[in-house]
């Protein structure tokens, strides 16, 4: 689908020089000797085409399956199925959910993208089965690294989607325990409360009062056909108002205690890794807990902000495009409030001034090409209209992180492509201006085998994940 082409003496003279006045950093990865702009060549088919789903083959027993929400695998009917400019609709909601967060220091469990009238809610885009209970049942949730708490509807239910059938009953499951109000394990719940019955309930109210509410239950979570984990504690959601994207649950990978990455640390370590398959891809992507056995993986710290202890922080140190590094000087990048990686956005969101540069020097690439550009579409300014192309040449774009690590981005993370006429830069900026965190979504993870190794601090990154 891709191939990398160096760009070698392509430039005229009068264009290099026009190049060079334009982009001081790029005169300079010139004249160093090294490469001249690297290039990626898509087949257009590839990038919007939606190929026909070959169902995930279940053979490593410790991999789950996960699946994008919108593509031809997926659990979920298609009715549940977002348009892309409601996508990035949702993305912006839940983007702006996620920086009010951070900005007010806010404890609070969940950034689930609140349901408004017209608007689905989103939580996450990718899901995975998991089983709860014995006898099990299965369900398809969410995964979310930017919640904590997970949390399943459950019988009996005021408001859920589906069949009572297909909620987990409690009072069902020989493994299940009640959480009490005075036990440790109901105190280290955020947003907890007493029930009458002294029972540990809890409330997550969201922007618009949409909500999940329920109590606090231990049952064996089956993470695949053979793995499991007794006693995890989650909530048995009784009363989920909102759409909740027609999932069964979420489960939350963030880093404090009541996460599922903390809660399998006993058992697997306190490491998880996934790779988020592409939509236009039949590769399976995966979520795997405990070590990888992968090899050539490249890490970064894993930076923690006590205000906001949840979220996976890491310092992108620069941007290469076509291998010229932006003209912005790393603190941009790197100071408060920072950058998160969240596997629930879809585009990812950098400061103003760096999305700037960035837009501005692929534009100047992508100008070489004379493709015709088109009006923005939602969050994307920079598009083009490649009606009647077959090939598009683009510019490689690569993220660096301090340590050693790069996402040299694979071309569904450089160009969303909405439909055959329409394609974007697929990255936004954080809007709200200086105080908003950064976010590197899930657009340009996607392929990446993703590692995080909360024991030794780290987030690492490894090309061709899924395959
Ligand atoms: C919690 O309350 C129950 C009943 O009210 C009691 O039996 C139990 O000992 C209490 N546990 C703790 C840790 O206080
Ligand atoms: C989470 O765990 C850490 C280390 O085990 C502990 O210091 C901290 O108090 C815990 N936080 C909560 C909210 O329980
Ligand atoms: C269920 O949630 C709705 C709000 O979303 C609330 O108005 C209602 O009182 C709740 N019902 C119960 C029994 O908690
Ligand atoms: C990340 O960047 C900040 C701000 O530049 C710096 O203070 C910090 O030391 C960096 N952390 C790591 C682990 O590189
Ligand atoms: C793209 O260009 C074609 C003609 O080449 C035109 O018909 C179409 O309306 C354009 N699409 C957009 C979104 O501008
Ligand atoms: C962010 O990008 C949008 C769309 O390009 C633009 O309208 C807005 O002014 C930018 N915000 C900042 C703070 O630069």
Redesign the pocket.
Known sequence: MAQTVSNHGRFPPHILLLLCALLFHSLLAIVDGNTGGTWLVADVQSLYQKPVCSPPKETNSKRLPITHRSSPCSPLSADSRPSHAQILKNDQVRVSSIQSRIRDGKRSFSVIVPAKPGLSLDIGNYVVKIGMGTPRNDFYVAVDTGSDLSWINCYPCLSCHGKPSMLYNPTRSRTHTDI?C??TDCTRIDQHYCSVY?RCNYKVIYGDMSQTNGHIVRDTLFLSGFDTLPNFIFGCGNNNTGLFGKVDGLIGLGRDNISLASQASSKYGAIFSYCLPSVTSTNDGYLLFGKSTLSNTKFTPMIKKPSSPSFYYLNLTTILVGSYPLDVSSTVLTRDPGIVIDSGTVITRLPPVAYDKLKTLFQQLMDYQNYKKSPPFEILDTCYNITGLDKVRLPTVSLVFSGGAVLDLDIPGILYTPDRTLTCLAFANTSGGAYDVGIIGNTQQQTFDVSYDIANQMIGFRQGGCS
């Open positions: 009490l005075n036990s002294k």
